[in-house]
């Protein structure tokens, strides 16, 4: 019976745990699921927004270039070329006077540069940089005064094999310690004959840290040309995402749609693709800046939504540690309940035991004193009788009252136990009924 | 001269009532449960003048005795008699059907027997 009792409380006690453990962990996952959702999806659009800032800071840069290039090719043999150059140049020259362009030149159809080249080296009004300032610079960029390939041949190549060919963007080319791209405008003669080029010289760290880093926020991101080079990479993450696009073998087919996305007014192409890095899994989303280069942008899953997780991890901390409380209440409660409930079941037990001493006893009594009386009141005088009457009754009861006394002291020293049902242990003389109704 | 039955059944209680009633003049019978006590009362060649009954029987109770009683045979000059009277749901029962009893251990000198005289004179008279 106890053990029923015990088994019950404890089932009743962990299925009240489990009823508040279960919504618990249902509400933590569904709303976890939910959040991270709702924090990728937001997330992915803020990602979203920075590549199209950055996609329309590339368009810029380029458009901006040619057009200076362009409009100093219409400008050649009108202007001084020093000076139309120079003028050009400092457009490009921000206060500081850390332009990312790193010189504007013009290339002859031989591929040499002719001597009104010009580096950035000067400040925004046009004059030369200070010797403090322009060493501090050297000192990062040891280049700066003499920015120049050992060839331009390849510029003017590039003209040479497509007459029809106005603007144009090298792909990314290894400079000494560092990585340059080449805007370039012919000018051609009016037999289509390529007569010069005018070229602005792009850094591409120059590039990067002027115009694109300032609003790249939280991004990995990674920046490639038409041939595959890349130009930067921003972190681990960024280079294991570039590399591992550029396997696909998608760069050509790509910046082809670029191009002709360009052709029909557009900034470039976008797009988004899974990737599997390592084991875990990310996603790439890119642009491209018409057909000559691909800027990407790459995010772990596991940081999507990472505020998220962090903040899951506290409430599931903080309900664990309130379903663990609970539940110690709940374990506190239900020992007490038990111990409560035992002591009751002590209290009925010796209740009833009580009432079967007493019955018992005042039978006893009921017969001894009744024949007692019997004799003091001289109904009873025959000696012979009066001796049966002691050996047959009297004796009995007071036999069975001294059996009683005995029984209730061997109780006291915890000889025996009391039986739930009242009766004492198998060691009873009197029989007693549960249920009271019996005698 | 008066029958009385009595139903208890400590064997030892029933003899002393016995004797005592016996002693006093009345005729007496004897039961040692509600069984013996109804097959008793369907055999009697008349309706004792009054029963001592127990409360508690081993085969059932006082109280239904006496419902029993008079409903199969009207008879209703019933007298407990209980060794439970500490017991609050016996001294309620008491106390509602409104009958006379008495606690063991009986005296009988002082209160039974008088008692019985009164209680058998209201019939008679």
Sequence with gaps: MADKVWTKRWIFFLGVTLMLALPLAMAYFYLGDLMSQSERKRHQQQANAQLNLMQEQLYDTKWDALADTYDDTLHLGRYEEARLLRDTLMSYAYPDGRSFVEGIAIVNPDGSLRPSRLAAVIDDQGRPLGRKRLAALKMDSPWLEAPWLPSYDFVARAFLDNRDLDNWISPFIQAPGRLVFVVASARRTADGHLACA?????????????????????????????????????????????????????????????????????????????????????????????????????????????????????????????????????????????????????????????????????????????????????????????????????????????????????????????????????????????DSKGG | MSLILIVDDEPAVLRTMGDWLASEGYEVAMAASVAEARSWFASAYKPPDAALVDIKLPDGNGFGLADNLYADHGFDRVIFVTAFFWEEETRRELVQRGKPYFEKPLKFHKQVLPFLRRFLNTKES
């Design chain 1, 198 to 434: 005018v070229i602005l010289q792009h850094s591409i760290k120059s590039l990067w840290r002027n115009l694109q880093a300032p609003v790249r926020g939280e991004l990995d991101l990674w920046l490639m040309d038409r041939r595959g080079t890349m130009g930067l990479s921003t972190s681990k993450l960024a280079a294991e995402s570039a590399a591992a696009f550029k396997a696909l073998g998608l760069l050509e087919r790509l910046l082809q749609s670029g191009a002709k996305a360009a052709g029909q007014g557009r900034l470039g192409i976008s797009g988004e693709m899974p990737q599997r890095l390592g084991e875990e899994p990310s996603h790439l989303a890119y642009r491209s800046l018409a057909g000559d280069m691909l800027l990407g942008a790459v995010t772990r899953q596991s940081a999507l939504g990472a505020q998220t997780a962090a903040m899951l991890r506290y409430l599931g901390v903080i309900s664990l540690w309130a379903l663990l409380i609970l539940a110690v209440a709940g374990a506190i409660f239900t020992v007490a309940s038990l111990r409560e409930q035992a002591r009751m079941v002590e209290k009925d037990t010796l209740r009833r035991y009580a009432g079967t001493v007493s019955h018992r006893v005042r039978n006893d009594l009921a017969a001894a004193l009744g024949n007692l009386e019997l004799i003091s009141v001289g109904r009873l005088s025959d000696p012979a009788a009066i001796k049966e009457i002691l050996a047959s009754s009297v004796n009995p009861a007071l036999c069975d009252i001294q059996a009683t006394v005995e029984e209730l002291e061997r109780l006291s020293r915890g000889e025996v136990d009391l039986a739930k049902d009242g009766q004492l242990g198998t060691d009873t003389m009197y029989e007693c009924k549960c």
